[in-house]
Nanobody
């Protein structure tokens, strides 16, 4: 089992920045690919970014490319999502997720999920 706890969400004005954190516990963190996903009101959950266990590869949704950066610190069992140039359409509950092995962009392939953290971007 892997337990995930997100933090760092909040209310920010358009153009602002936030950094989300997700702390993992329970297994060897570096064995797990990590992903960030989000669900906006009335919409399906969508892929945001992924990172391999060794940080050698990252992947981003087109809607956040160039604005968001995913990173991880395996010594702290933590994955981050640095969000800049935020837009109102980034408003959503953000979830981190873990899967053993390689990265995938499909949320269905992630076994472990955090409780989510709300990000609200005002215009």
């Amino acid at each position: 089992q892997v337990q995930l706890v997100e933090s760092g969400g909040g209310l920010v004005q358009a153009g602002g920045s936030l950094r989300l954190s997700c702390v993992a516990s329970g297994r060897t963190f570096s064995d797990y690919a990590m992903g960030w996903f989000r669900r906006a009101p009335g919409k399906e959950r969508e892929f945001v970014a992924t990172i391999t266990g060794t940080s050698d590869n990252t992947n981003y949704a087109d809607s956040v490319k160039g604005r968001f950066t995913i990173s991880r610190d395996n010594t702290k069992n933590t994955v981050y999502l640095q969000m800049s140039s935020l837009k109102p359409e980034d408003t959503a509950v953000y979830y981190c997720a873990a899967r053993f092995g390689s990265v995938r962009v499909s949320s269905n392939l992630y076994s472990y999920w955090g409780q989510g953290t709300q990000v609200t971007v005002s215009s």
